[in-house]
């Protein structure tokens, strides 16, 4: 399922955030080239080198893309970018603030010149307003989107243990991009489109935000316990295995208590019969379904749990995920090449038929000299680029 078939985007990126977003383009058919500093490429290529000498984001970002190095800031370096982005459908950029439109690629300008194009700039907080200019890496959004304050123990914060909020701002550009694509072929034209890593987190704290509304008390930070919902996080076996569990409502509240707790007299209880109750009074029932748990081994707790039913899990290491047997079954582990050689890599979601696209994490500058040539560039002209440093 490749639907963005004949679609060509042109992305300055780096980091998360656009190499996320491009990447869900490309999954879908997209060509992306990738436009990179000679010599250094996107900086996430030196994160780390865990993927057998590579990048753990930049081989999960960076599939089914083209790699061209590139110094826009020489004039014939900007002279190859432009000439690229008058042929493509988008162009998606997150550079330091400001820096596009210093180099001439803002979007005003870009849509003068052609009507018809995407332009996507994703920023730590948008433009305008008083953080327009400043730095936005991962951690710092979490912090200002309060995401950090409803995150880790009572005694604690912790932030989110993934690039939450470039991957929000990720799949918002993503998200846009195709409906902008959607909007373009019915009227022709194209658009420009903001997306803060800011706004895209503080759309996600919906529920704290609202619950926290005129003035009450936010939800406390409860580990990896739910903060409103009880009896909702883990509990360890008598065998020390930990069973995350979850009832969510008043009906598998009382299932529980009588396939479970084997007291369904505790269904009425003045102080659990609801949620509210619940929470409440979550250190003594806490007490009570702990007790319970350690009468059990993991297993035996789990094989109780989803006869009631109720919703359980097993706290999966990563490597355990690797190895997920409903993964398994549904084909979702493919491999992909990179320079390093094959490595796995998970299917995107969605598409349930055909093989998904699982083209090469590209290296450094792999595509430059194909790319040159498409524009019409002689062997001895890209030669001299290459040379200068210019790509």
Known sequence: MQPLRGITVVSLEQAVAAP????????????????????????????????RG???????????????????????????????IADA???????????????????????????????????GYGEPGPYTGRKAYDLMVQSEAGLLSVTGTPDDMAKVGISVSDIAAGMYAYSSILGALLERGRTGRGTHLDVSMLEATVEWMGFPLYYALDG???????????????????????????????????REWRAFCAGFLG?????????????????????????????????????????????VPVANARVNTLAEVWDHPQLAARGRVHEVPTPAGPVPAMAPPGPAGGAPRMEAV??????????????????????????EGVA
């Open 54 to 84: 590579l990048s753990s984001h930049f081989v999960w970002a960076n599939r089914n893309k083209e790699s061209l190095t590139l110094d826009f800031k020489d004039p014939r370096g900007a002279d190859v970018l432009r000439r690229l």
């Open 89 to 123: 459908d988008v162009f998606l950029q997150n550079l330091a603030p400001g820096a596009a439109a210093r180099a001439g690629l803002g979007a005003q300008e870009l849509l003068e010149l052609h009507p018809k194009l995407i332009v996507c700039d994703i920023s």
């Open 263 to 307: 007291r369904p007299e505790l269904a009425d209880h003045p102080h659990y019969a609801t949620n509210v109750d619940r929470d409440a009074h979550r250190e003594a029932l806490g007490g009570l379904i702990a007790a319970r748990f350690a009468e059990l081994t993991g297993t035996e707790a789990i094989a109780l749990l989803s006869a």
């Open 362 to 387: 590209p290296a450094l500058g792999e595509h430059t000299r194909a790319i040159l040539g498409e524009l019409g560039l002689s062997r001895e002209a890209v030669d001299a680029l290459v040379a």
């Open 20 to 51: 996320y977003a491009s990447r869900q383009l490309a999954d879908l058919g997209a060509r992306v080239i990738k436009v990179e500093r000679p010599g250094a490429g996107d900086f996430a290529r030196s994160y780390d080198t865990r993927v």
């Open 216 to 250: 009450a008390e936010p939800p406390p930070r409860a580990g990896a316990a739910h903060a409103t919902i009880h009896p909702y996080g883990p509990f360890t076996a008598g065998d020390g295995d930990v069973v995350m569990m979850a009832v969510q409502n008043e």
